[in-house]
């Protein structure tokens, strides 16, 4: 159950668009299309944010969007601002009923 | 609207014990299998453990397997977890969220957590 890998950091401009990777392996991410994300403020819950890879809950907005291929999922942000300063978290399913998080990104907007 | 609200955390002594709640309101608290993740200060989150809707199954991170026990009390929308044998590294809030799906691993709705300390 090692943590997948997320960058530290990354940063953008209001408006640019970022995205922010999430490695595992074989045996998680890659295996499985059960990758969630999570947007957290500091000293706050975490938001759900996608599901499924690439689903939006309701009340997301759609400048948040996710994908994957092979081991590797991405969460992109369009049109950035500030309020989406904050820590994003990726998630999948591990097997055998666990699941794994990634170690966190740190989101600045410049 | 959903509310998971955690309760029970605190200081407590390597070696000890404690039980976390969970009391859940606005949905209903038997359809959905629930989590706890937990997160040490200023580190990111670690998933811990789920119980199944009905309470027939339960899983855990390596980390806390043997230790911790999860359960549940559909009839008082109650989730908890019992923490033995506690160690410095269970230092973290610890969340209860919801699970969009049966166990599918999509937190949808997550409380406001509760602090648990070690340290003697």
């Known amino acids: 159950q090692s943590a997948l890998t997320q960058p530290a950091s990354v940063s953008g401009s209001p408006g640019q668009s970022i995205t922010i990777s999430c490695t595992g392996t074989s045996s998680d991410v890659g295996n499985y299309n059960l990758v969630s994300w999570y947007q957290q403020h500091p000293g706050k819950a975490p938001k759900f944010m996608i599901y499924e890879v690439s689903e939006r809950p309701s009340g997301v907005s759609n400048r948040f969007s996710g994908s994957k291929s092979g081991n590797t999922a991405s969460l992109t942000i369009s049109g950035l601002q500030a309020e989406d300063e904050a820590d994003y978290y990726c998630c999948s399913y591990a097997g055998s009923s666990t699941w794994v998080f990634g170690g966190g990104t740190r989101l600045t907007v410049l | 609207q959903v509310q998971l609200v955690e309760s029970g955390g605190g200081v407590v002594q390597p070696g000890r014990s404690l039980r976390l709640s969970c009391a859940a309101s606005?949905?209903?608290?038997?359809?959905?299998?629930m989590h706890w993740v937990r997160q040490a200060p200023g580190k990111g989150l670690e998933w811990v453990a789920v119980?199944?809707?009905?309470?027939?199954?339960?899983y855990y991170a390596d980390s806390v397997k043997g230790r911790f026990t999860i359960s549940r009390d559909n009839s008082k929308k109650t989730l908890y977890l019992q923490m033995n044998s506690l160690r410095g590294e269970d230092t973290a809030m610890y969340y209860c969220?919801?699970?969009?799906?049966?166990?599918?691993?999509?937190?949808?709705?997550w409380g406001q957590g509760t602090l648990v300390t070690v340290s003697s």
């Open positions: 119980m199944s809707y009905t309470g027939s199954n339960k």
């Open positions: 606005g949905f209903t608290f038997s359809n959905y299998a």
């Open positions: 969220a919801r699970d969009l799906g049966q166990q599918l691993g999509f937190f949808d709705y």
